[in-house]
């Protein structure tokens, strides 16, 4: 039996705005207490004051900015207001997420967002794709990296694959968006060493969108050419003809797979959806998903769902998927305004809600422990890496490469003598570097079909 | 007049609800404009499970009695806080009473 203690409802107060509040009230009081000795403290204030508020349509700069903004209401650098000031204490930056849900709802303008035409079409240097465009994690590790015993990601990932059972010999292999191939490269080399038995009777498919990184994965892998093959298209529509196979991975591609805007009345208050949802939700309807604690506007993964329901058809009997992505178990997808696209985090509580409907087995984590990372290891924090790679090297002429940077590879690709004349860089474990690095961040679904 | 504590009750849809890091967080949504001031209301572990088990369907008794497996409590002292829990939401207008009269 618990101990009792009397109902307590704490009130706090935000401004209802589609954009984070605290960037309201840091408007109003330009004297913050903020010290600005970062320059990307500089640059997203001088944006702030600029614009008066974030651009017109709520963006953003860039997606890092969130988590800064977020770690100045930690440090109570962004005054609060409201009428119990101290007893809200912490809850704002708690409440983040939903705002940010709250404000990503109303980015999408029409129905849905959908970034078919910006892969097929738009995408054309892998390298440059994910080095200036997209930040993912397997990218951030895609050498040898201590915290993952020096393996790299796809690697560890292979050898986490074998270990759980579901890497077997004959196994037919699908990678849905496998990105410039680094991934499914080491994926091959790691099972040719070490599992030469499995590799003999193995086929890699690699099933992309955008023929430019599907190019880049045929270049990649050309040492496993034997084993593998590549297919254009789109996964959603693609006929598959009957084949089927024993292991799917999904490794961070779900984010760009189409989100829909829905109505809470549609569920709750018997409003007709529009025609052109009309099969949207009625399949939400189906697999019985419940937007009761949802704002009355928010955004679905449904293309994220419906590529779920598709592995029913191509997943043999006693297959496997391996899904990971960015977001969290019960927060609605937030957009992660980038460069040249935007993404949306997914919905992992739905998700997985969809996969057990569509008759999986599911098994959820995070990558931290999926990968089993080292929490120890430090790497670059994120403000020295913003500082190294947009200020110091470009005054010398040079690039850093992004990537999960420790001491060692840091001297590596920048060389001691220049690293010795750069005072007050700073290492954290991988876990506290950077939002972006952190395993944590991105979690997994595991699913087995019976 | 009805006994509070046979009323059935359920979340109002104008609001939206999520745990947050252990933090319960009920934002209510209605009728609000770009630029209002809105509250958002915390509730702690009882709050939480009263609120959990507002389906539209259980009374505030039979929620009580839920309760009481669950907390080592004085039976009345719960069913008090319970109604003074869900007198305070219905006057927030995040919940709503159920009509269950079958008329």
């Known amino acids: 039996m618990r101990d009792f203690s009397a109902v307590r409802i704490n009130h706090g107060v935000f401004c209802y705005e589609g954009t984070p509040p605290l960037i309201l009230n840091l408007n109003g009081k330009r004297s913050c207490k903020l010290q600005l000795a970062d320059p990307d403290d500089l640059r997203l204030l001088s944006f702030i004051f600029q614009k008066g508020s974030i651009d017109e349509e709520g963006h953003l700069p860039n997606p890092t900015d969130n988590e800064r903004i977020h770690m100045w209401a930690d440090q109570n650098i962004l005054s609060r207001d409201g009428p119990d000031k101290e007893e809200n204490k912490g809850s704002q930056p708690l409440l983040f997420p939903l705002f940010r849900e709250y404000w990503s709802s109303r980015w999408v303008t029409g129905h849905e967002h959908d970034l078919s035409h910006y892969h097929r079409k738009i995408i054309s240097d892998p390298k440059e794709q994910f080095e200036d465009q997209e930040i993912t994690l397997s990218h951030m590790y895609r050498f040898s990296h201590p915290a993952l015993g020096d393996l790299s990601y796809g690697q560890r990932f292979a050898c986490v694959c074998h270990h759980k059972g579901i890497l077997k010999p004959g196994a037919r292999i699908l990678e849905v968006g496998g990105g410039t191939g680094c991934f499914g490269a080491d994926f091959l080399s790691y099972v040719k060493e070490n599992y030469p038995d499995i590799y003999g009777t193995l086929h890699y498919t690699f099933f992309d969108l955008s023929p430019v990184l599907l190019q880049a994965q045929r270049e990649r892998t050309q040492a496993h050419e034997d084993v593998t093959s590549f297919t254009e298209g789109d996964i959603e529509a693609f006929d598959f003809d009957g084949s089927q196979f024993d292991l799917v991975i999904l490794n961070e591609m779900i984010a760009d797979l189409r989100v829909e805007k829905l109505k809470k009345s549609y569920f709750f208050f018997h409003e007709r959806p529009p025609e052109e949802q009309r099969g949207t939700f009625e399949f939400c309807k189906a697999c019985g998903l419940n937007f009761e604690d949802a704002f009355e506007e928010f955004l679905i993964n449904i293309g994220a769902f419906r590529l779920l329901y598709k592995l029913t058809e191509i997943m043999a009997s006693g297959g496997a998927a391996v899904v990971v992505e960015y977001g969290d178990m019960n927060i609605y997808p937030t957009a992660a305004v980038l460069k040249s696209h935007t993404e949306f985090s997914i919905h992992f509580g739905h998700l997985k809600h969809v996969a057990q409907w569509s008759g999986f087995g599911t098994e959820f984590s995070d990558m931290l422990h999926f990968l089993g990372f080292r929490k120890d290891v430090e790497i670059l924090d994120a403000f020295s890496f913003t500082a190294l790679r947009e200020h110091f090297m470009p005054f010398f002429g040079r690039d850093l490469s992004r990537f999960a940077h420790t001491r060692e590879s840091l001297i590596q690709e920048v060389g001691e003598d220049m690293l010795s004349n750069i005072q007050g860089l700073r290492f954290a474990p991988i876990t506290k570097a950077s939002p972006t690095n952190d395993p944590r961040t991105y979690k997994v679904l595991v699913l087995s079909k019976p | ?103």
């Open chain 2, 1 to 103: 007049m009805k006994p509070l504590f046979s009323c059935v009750y359920k979340k109002s849809f104008r609001c939206a609800f999520r745990e947050l890091e252990g933090t319960f967080f009920i934002v209510p949504t209605g009728d609000m404009k770009p630029g209002d001031q809105a509250v958002f209301y915390t509730l702690n572990e009882v709050g939480r499970d009263i609120w959990k088990r507002l389906d539209g369907h259980k009374s505030l008794g039979e929620i009580a009695s839920e309760l009481l497996e669950l907390y080592d409590v004085d039976p009345e002292q719960l069913l008090m806080d319970v109604e003074d829990f869900i007198s305070d939401m219905e006057a927030k207008a995040v919940v709503e009473r159920v009509d269950i009269s079958g008329g």
